[in-house]
């Protein structure tokens, strides 16, 4: 076995070329492990990789895999509210507590913006989807 010292050639990973490659050793770590290296290909000079470790140890990036938690696809609220506007018959009314609305009405509330309606309970409450919320509103009073 030729012994290793600086200015004798080495296999090391180079991490520039990403691949295994011959280098020139610079400076000697110990006597059986060179310390600096050049790379013959791209002329740059970095600690030594010995190439067996850095094949055998790869690093495994840890990627987070979605795993579905719920069959039933959760739809986002926008999305609903899109999909609400779309179906509702519009034009939409403004809201007003004494209008009497129906279950896919489209209406203009004058915070909360266009809505519609989603469900009627008690007769004077309501279930409007909005963009951002979904609110409970009096109306039919
Ligand atoms: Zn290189």
Redesign the pocket.
């Known amino acids: 076995m030729s012994q290793l010292s600086a200015g004798k050639e080495v296999s090391s990973y180079?991490n520039?070329?990403k691949l295994t490659?011959a280098h020139t050793i610079v400076v000697m770590k110990n006597e059986k492990t060179p310390g600096k290296v050049t790379?013959n290909?791209?002329k740059?000079s970095h600690a030594y990789k010995d190439p067996a470790s850095a094949s055998a140890s790869p690093k495994a990036p840890a990627k987070k895999r979605d795993k579905k938690r719920d069959s039933r696809p959760q739809i986002p609220l926008a999305e609903l509210w899109q999909q609400s506007v779309t179906k509702a018959k519009g034009p939409g009314r403004a809201y007003s507590p004494k209008s009497t609305f129906l279950v896919g009405d489209l209406l203009e509330h004058p915070t909360f913006g266009t809505g519609v309606v989603d469900k009627i309970f008690d007769r004077t409450k309501m279930e409007v989807i909005f963009q951002d919320n979904i609110r409970t509103l009096m109306h039919n009073i």
Request: charged share 10%; with cysteine; net charge positive.
């Open positions: 180079c520039k070329c490659l790379c290909t791209c740059s």
